[in-house]
């Protein structure tokens, strides 16, 4: 009804910020800055999204990235987006991005912040019209302000987060954050150009009816987890593979599930990037009452020694999780 969607466009992302600044953990308003530049970036994606098979950013770019995958030109358009307001903004000294090979030094010693970021996520999928996905994480500096980032700054551990999220690009576009008080998501209004406050104090079922994995990989995985699957296809659950990292947690997230991207015979640490991916879905499914995990230890307390460094990753609903981690034998 009316007086539904009058609610729904009431808070808007840029209000609800302002109205938590005092759960950050320093309340100085430049955290909240960096969540408007790049909510602010992920319009512009959402933009040049929409309109992908008329303008001409479908299709390859040409170029290779550090992951040895082809860069789509969405990807190259969106880390240029994203990296751009996180250079503009003035609060960040280093972006660590899946399109760069390292560490970008923004040479702005007063930055307080970091941020690692896909800025495309499921870029196979953009050719044929399915949703696609940004994902960020936030940490603060631990050298001191003034001096030349250290590797130390960059590569710590998920739990020292400050703030995390992920843009879908789905039916709608959505923001999801998280500051580790709750995660909320915000539905983007493009006649109106802002994200208004639409899935307040989001929980993730404590069970799932759903399990989400590229069930090509299954000949090349541990048996274990095999068996683990075929329990759930006894208790019938369903399938459900996008093979958009964000729009597979996103949807598990509202309906109950577990994502799974193990390792393989090929690749023994999985595919998904710990730094840019497993990380920020990692703290906020944590936040919503889920869990993440490599199936020994949880995602959020890997030491990371790359940049690009991959996981196994296991994530979605506590109980799920829980049971896979036991199938596993941990
Ligand atoms: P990206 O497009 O950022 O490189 O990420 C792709 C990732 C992730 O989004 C997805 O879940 C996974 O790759 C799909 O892998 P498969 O094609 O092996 O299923
Ligand atoms: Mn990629
Ligand atoms: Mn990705
Ligand atoms: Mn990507």
């Not at 040049?48 to 030109?73: C, H, M, P, W, Y």
Request: charged share 20%; with cysteine; glycine share 10%.
């Amino acid at each position: 009804d009316t007086g539904n969607l009058a609610y729904k466009v009431g808070v808007t992302l840029d209000r609800f910020i302002k109205s938590k600044q005092a759960d950050f953990p320093y309340a100085t308003g430049e955290l909240s800055q960096i969540l408007r530049d790049i909510a602010l970036a992920s319009k512009i994606v959402s933009r040049e999204i929409s309109r992908a098979g008329l303008s001409d950013v479908t299709g390859a770019f040409g170029q290779t990235n550090v992951q040895g995958e082809e860069q789509q030109k969405l990807d190259v358009v969106a880390n240029v987006r994203f990296t751009r307001a996180l250079t503009k903004g003035g609060e960040v000294c280093a972006v660590v991005s899946e399109e760069e090979d390292l560490v970008i030094d923004l040479h702005n010693s007063k930055g307080k912040y970091v941020v690692a970021i896909d800025p495309l996520d499921g870029s196979s999928n953009v050719d044929v019209n399915v949703s696609i996905g940004t994902i960020f994480s936030i940490y603060r500096r631990l050298s001191p302000v003034g001096s030349p980032i250290q590797e130390k700054d960059v590569l710590q551990n998920g739990s020292g987060q400050v703030a995390a999220g992920y843009v879908l690009y789905g039916s709608s576009t959505m923001l999801v954050y998280t500051t580790g008080h709750g995660a909320n998501g915000f539905t983007y209004e493009r006649s109106l150009g802002e994200f208004f406050l639409s899935h307040p104090e989001m929980r993730m079922p404590e069970d799932g009816a759903i399990y989400t994995i590229n069930e090509g990989l299954t000949p090349h995985i541990n048996t274990n987890i095999l068996s683990y699957l075929e329990a759930c296809k006894r208790r019938g659950a369903s399938a459900r593979y996008i093979g958009s990292l964000v729009a597979d947690f996103h949807r598990n997230l509202l309906k109950g599930g577990i994502y799974l991207y193990p390792a393989t015979a090929q690749a023994r640490q999985g595919k998904i990037r710990l730094m840019y991916e497993a990380n920020a879905l990692a703290f906020i499914a944590e936040q919503a009452g889920g869990a993440a995990s490599d199936g020994r230890q949880r995602i959020l307390d890997i030491s990371p020694e790359g940049l690009h460094q991959r996981t196994p990753l296991f994530i979605g609903s506590k109980n799920m999780v829980k049971q896979l981690e036991e199938a596993l034998g941990n």
